[in-house]
């Protein structure tokens, strides 16, 4: 069993700075990718950002892109998001994904909930204006 642990949510005042951290655990064969995605109350969740384990290639969604930063540690099997300029339609509960299985050797799947095939409980997020 994987284990996905987030930490680093929390309020900041709009135009601020957040630094998530999200820890995988557990039996791991091999790390394809990790990633993040989040939800707003009463929408669905949405990809944000994700990294290849090997090359590092980086995905990110439009919204974010500029201003989130995604990267890893390897030796930790940790990924982060690094989250600058944070808008009011930032806030949400934001989940950190890992794919185990190889899904997004596929490109296209880099950047939906299908590449990933364990999820961590979330951490939330909140902007104030």
């Known amino acids: 069993q994987v284990r996905l642990v987030e930490s680093g949510g929390g309020l900041v005042q709009a135009g601020g700075s957040l630094r998530l951290s999200c820890a995988a655990s557990g039996v791991i064969f091999r790390t394809y990718a990790m990633g993040w995605f989040r939800q707003a109350p009463g929408k669905e969740r949405e990809f944000v950002a994700s990294?290849?384990?090997?090359?590092?290639?980086?995905y990110y969604a439009d919204s974010v892109r500029g201003r989130f930063t995604i990267s890893k540690d390897n030796a930790k099997n940790t990924v982060y998001l690094q989250m600058n300029s944070l808008k009011p339609e930032d806030p949400a509960v934001y989940y950190c994904?890992?794919?185990?299985?190889?899904?997004?050797?596929?490109?296209?799947?880099?950047?939906?909930?299908?590449?990933?095939?364990?999820w961590g409980q979330g951490t939330q997020v909140t902007v104030s204006s």
């Open positions: 990294i290849t384990w090997s090359a590092g290639s980086t």
């Open positions: 994904a890992v794919d185990t299985d190889g899904r997004t050797l596929l490109e296209y799947a880099r950047s939906i909930e299908y590449g990933y095939n364990y």
